[in-house]
T-cell receptor
Framework: DVKVTQSSRYLVKRTGEKVFLECVQD?????MFWYRQDPGLGLRLIYF???????EKGDIPEGYSVSREKKERFSLILESASTNQTSMYLC??????????????FGPGTRLTVL | GQNIDQPTEMTATEGAIVQINCTYQ??????LFWYQQHAGEAPTFLSY????GLEEKGRFSSFLSRSKGYSYLLLKELQMKDSASYLC??????????FGAGTQVVVTP
């Protein structure tokens, strides 16, 4: 059974804290993604990685960074958390290539609240 | 620019049919996905279309017209468990997805 796991379901942090969100997939996927999901805005891509140590900015990278030291693990880092980063964060992974193989598999999400 | 539009909410009764439309304008197109997302859960894959036409999968069907930049997801014989958000997503390739804001479907008894 394919699986994407995220380190926390719920997280509460204070403004200015450094926050780490971890994602692990067990499907040997090349690509991994971080999204945030907000009401009325849908899923917006923050960063993605197509290989170990490789990363590319998505649509809203400001205030975030990422790390991919191992193929199965992709970390999202909020360098200095702010209240406007309160959101649901979803990690996903898929195989590289085209067609229906692009199907992304999602983790359960982390609901982050920044006070 | 990139634009993917779908209605915000639709309501239908149990046993009925609902059609969720999605129109898109994207800089690249290599297929269109539909995902289902129940409240508080991860999105799960429903369908993928890359060629024009209708793909049927049980109670769910998905249609694509590339020339019109248009797709729909058809849900037949609605059940209460179909109450969820339905996400339309376009892939420009390289494994990436561009999502619409989602359509909340409410199924009433």
């Amino acid at each position: 059974d394919v699986k994407v796991t995220q380190s926390s379901r719920y997280l509460v942090k204070r403004t200015g804290e450094k926050v780490f969100l971890e994602c692990v997939q067990d499907m040997d996927h090349e690509n991994m993604f971080w999204y945030r999901q907000d009401p009325g805005l849908g899923l917006r891509l923050i960063y993605f990685s197509y290989d170990v140590k490789m990363k590319e900015k998505g649509d809203i990278p400001e205030g975030y960074s990422v790390s991919r030291e191992k193929k199965e693990r992709f970390s999202l880092i909020l360098e200095s958390a702010s209240t406007n980063q309160t959101s649901m964060y979803l990690c996903a992974s898929n195989l590289s290539g085209e067609g229906s193989y692009n199907e992304q598999f999602f983790g359960p999400g982390t609901r982050l609240t920044v006070l | 620019g990139q634009n993917i539009d779908q209605p915000t909410e639709m309501t239908a009764t149990e046993g009925a049919i609902v059609q969720i439309n999605c129109t898109y304008q994207t800089s690249g197109f290599n297929g269109l996905f539909w995902y289902q997302q129940h409240a508080g859960e991860a999105p799960t894959f429903l369908s993928y279309n890359v060629l024009d036409g209708l793909e049927e999968k049980g109670r769910f069907s998905s249609f694509l017209s590339r020339s019109k930049g248009y797709s729909y997801l058809l849900l037949k014989e609605l059940q209460m468990k179909d109450s969820a958000s339905y996400l339309c997503a376009v892939t420009p390739g390289w494994g990436k997805l561009q999502f619409g804001a989602g359509t909340q479907v409410v199924v009433t008894p």
